[in-house]
């Protein structure tokens, strides 16, 4: 049973760049054919995807965070990171890493659920 | 974008069956994926392309969809369920790859 777990600072200053880790373990991250993703969550409010990764380095971005968001991997580490630049009081939100399972054709793919999350950290926005 | 409505709220008595409806414009065209999240809680998926249940995920849990609306039915509904519900599509056309409806939340009464 795979098992993600996210962390990084819990406080970051607006303007600056928040940082997050997102473990992964009971698997290996290149194993299977998934995606890897983050996800984010304002209090009181609904599910926003930022970005995701393919092992390979592939990556699909939300285009209105696009110009801000970067999210890498590291396989000897078994680990995805997200970093997300210039933020603003409008990016406090718990941040969740997630497990994507694609539906997979004989010659294509499509995006598909999220089947493993992280259980979330909060990251705070203020001076 | 691709824009998904749910209701924000449900209100069900114990035992009985509560019906959360997810609207998008020919959402029956689209695989739609399910979430319930308790409060403090990361979600959890409880219905996958469209009627899938995952392991572990009570058989009370059924989903159908169908023209512009899916429907994730909670029936013999328990305390233990009373939490907030997501639908989730992909969309090509969409500025964010994943889209997900603002959340409906179930009452047991």
């Known amino acids: 049973q795979v098992q993600l777990q996210e962390s990084g600072p819990g406080l970051v200053k607006p303007s600056q760049t928040l940082s997050l880790t997102c473990t992964v373990s009971?698997?290996?991250?290149?194993?299977?054919?998934?995606?890897w993703s983050w996800i984010r969550q304002p209090a009181g409010k609904g599910l926003e995807w930022i970005g995701r990764?393919?092992?390979?380095?592939?990556?699909n971005y939300n285009t209105s965070l696009k110009s801000r968001v970067t999210v890498s991997v590291d396989t000897s580490k078994n680990l995805f990171s997200l970093k997300l630049s210039s933020v603003t009081a409008a990016d406090t939100a718990v941040y969740y890493c997630a497990r994507e399972s694609p539906r997979y054709f004989y010659d294509s793919s499509e995006p598909g659920y999220f089947d493993s999350w992280g259980q979330g950290t909060l990251v705070t926005v203020s001076s | 974008s691709y824009v998904l409505t749910q209701p924000p709220s449900v209100s069900v008595a114990p035992g009985k069956t509560a019906s959360i409806t997810c609207g998008g414009n020919?959402?029956?065209?689209?695989?739609v994926h399910w979430y319930q999240q308790k409060p403090g809680q990361a979600p959890v998926m409880v219905i996958y392309y469209d009627t899938d249940r995952p392991s572990g995920i009570p058989e009370r849990f059924s989903g159908s969809n169908s023209g512009n609306t899916a429907t994730l039915t909670i029936s013999r509904v328990e305390a233990g369920d009373e939490a907030d519900y997501y639908c989730?599509?992909?969309?090509?056309?969409?500025?964010?790859?994943?889209?997900f409806g603002a959340g409906t939340k179930v009452t047991v009464l």
């Open positions: 990764i393919y092992t390979s380095g592939s990556t």
């Open positions: 989730q599509v992909w969309d090509s056309s969409s500025d964010l790859l994943f889209v």
């Open positions: 020919n959402i029956g065209t689209k695989s």
């Open positions: 009971g698997g290996s991250i290149s194993s299977g054919s998934y995606y």
